[in-house]
């Protein structure tokens, strides 16, 4: 559907070189009855418990509902989601119409499957009172389901790359009538490698849409893709780009690579770290962690890319109903989970892009809550722990009071070339940890907003 025959355009998602800023904090509408949302969403956000739209919902929402292309630089945990399915739901709302088999009108692409399913949750939450369908595919599970859902017909659907392209190239999904398409979390789409799937994608688009794109960060190479995704595009930025979420407490502990697994044992028996994600750099560190916590009688689960799908939904079920304390993940993880509460990020292993320590961090403290980054530092990280304080333009306050506090690892001014990624396994025991006396521990909590 072209624009000029809309009384409404679409909403698109993307990114391009003239585009609007809109600098004002305050610059927004501070409710969402004044948002101008169909009656129907507005409901729906009232069944939520939502009054008060986060800053980067109410200065987006406006300008999509104008039918503007835009992009939007948001820390996670900011609320992006509801910043573009709420317009998108009152889009098509105004003529909601039957679906049509195998061809949606709007697509939202994330990087993961966790994400992807997060954000299909949201659109059937906010369009609960509406006559819309939607629907998410994913690899790592029976493409059944995925191929009859598509025959029935969708507005909306909510893809991965990998599994949305199988689908397409078995004509199962066919692109030509999106009229809003949305990139989600674009610098980790094109870190993870998708970039090439993407292009795909967008090539198989019509040109008449409208886009958005959303990225945490905004490195050259996101910059460029947005270039030539975007049409004048609106520019909402709610914080800096690379910069850590405001209300996240760091520290960082220097410490020998052999005694983190021993150090990590002491600091889990502070209670007052309830619900805690730690990341490992590889999929077999998450799982040597684990099964270190579950020998120090610690209830504990590991998520990466070779577990199942069905096994990663039951261990992030378990860390959202609390009976598992601590999860164990890789950086699959940073973008994919949303679970309220996690009090604490532990990073075992720091990682070696300082952009996915921004996201790592940013599992904690969100809509408003406070919470906790404690990052291990060992001697082959000096170098990654400079890089990370440089992009988020702050030194992260040194935590000496352990017993494993290495001063030769924190004298390192960590200027060295960085180092390749160490594949070397850990075979050294630990030392049977001893009680904390309750320092790592966080007591606020927040007012629950949109996701």
């Known amino acids: 559907?072209?624009?000029?025959?809309?009384e409404h355009p679409p909403i698109c998602f993307g990114v391009a070189g003239n585009d609007e800023l809109i600098k004002k904090d305050t610059d927004y509408m501070t409710d969402f009855a004044g948002l101008d949302l169909a009656q129907p969403i507005l409901r729906a956000i009232a069944d939520e418990g939502y009054t008060t739209p986060t800053p980067i919902q109410g200065k987006s929402i406006p300008p999509l509902l104008d039918g503007r292309d835009l992009l939007g630089v948001a820390q996670t945990g900011t609320g992006k989601t509801a910043a573009f399915a709420l317009p998108i739901l009152d889009y098509l709302s105004e003529e909601p119409g039957k679906a049509v088999p195998n061809k949606p009108l709007a697509l939202i692409?994330?990087?993961t499957r966790e994400?992807?399913?997060?954000i299909n949750d949201s659109f059937r939450n906010y369009g609960r009172y509406l006559p819309l369908r939607s629907t998410v595919i994913f690899g790592g599970?029976?493409?059944?389901?995925?191929?009859?859902?598509?025959?029935?017909?969708?507005?909306?659907?909510?893809?991965?790359?990998g599994r949305l392209l199988d689908l397409m190239n078995q004509g199962q999904v066919r692109l030509d009538e999106v009229e809003i398409f949305v990139l989600?979390?674009?610098?980790?789409?094109?870190?993870m490698g998708f970039v090439r799937d993407v292009k795909k994608i967008i090539a198989a688009l019509p040109k008449e849409r409208q886009t958005l794109l959303f990225s945490a960060t905004m490195p050259k190479s996101v910059q460029s893709l947005a270039d030539g995704l975007l049409d004048d595009p609106v520019r909402v930025e709610v914080a800096p780009a690379a910069t850590t979420v405001e209300k996240v407490e760091q520290q960082v502990l220097f410490v020998p690579k052999d005694k983190k697994r021993a150090l990590l044992g002491e600091l889990l028996l502070d209670e007052d770290?309830?619900?805690?994600?730690?990341?490992?750099?590889?999929?077999?560190?998450?799982?040597?962690v684990a099964r270190h916590l579950h020998q120090c009688g610690i209830e504990a689960d590991a998520i990466h890319g070779n577990k199942t799908q069905n096994a990663r939904q039951r261990a992030l079920k378990g860390f959202r109903l609390g009976q598992v304390r601590a999860l164990v993940a890789t950086d699959i993880a940073a973008r994919g989970i949303d679970v309220d509460g996690v009090t604490h990020v532990i990073n075992f292993d720091l990682p070696n892009e300082p952009e996915s320590y921004v996201h790592r961090i940013g599992r904690t403290a969100r809509a408003g809550a406070n919470g906790m980054a404690i990052s291990f530092c060992d001697h082959d990280?000096?170098?990654y722990l400079r890089d990370i304080e440089k992009t988020i333009r702050q030194s992260v306050p040194v935590m000496e009071d352990h017993p494993y506090h290495a001063v030769e690892i924190a004298n390192d001014p960590g200027t060295a070339k960085r180092p390749q990624q160490q594949k070397k396994r850990q075979g050294q025991k630990q030392g049977q940890p001893r009680r904390n006396s309750g320092r790592w521990g966080r007591s606020g909590r927040g007012v629950r907003k949109a996701a």
Do not use: C, W
Not at 1 to 6: E, N, Q, S
Not at 115 to 118: C, E, P, S
Not at 273 to 288: E, Q
């Open 115 to 118: 994400l992807a399913g997060q």
């Open 141 to 161: 599970v029976s493409a059944r389901p995925q191929i009859q859902a598509m025959n029935r017909g969708v507005h909306v659907l909510v893809a991965t790359p």
């Open 184 to 191: 989600d979390e674009a610098d980790r789409m094109l870190d």
């Open 109 to 111: 692409l994330a990087p």
């Open 273 to 288: 770290i309830a619900r805690v994600l730690i990341f490992t750099r590889t999929k077999h560190g998450a799982n040597r």
């Open 1 to 6: 559907m072209a624009y000029a025959v809309l």
């Open 381 to 383: 990280e000096r170098a």
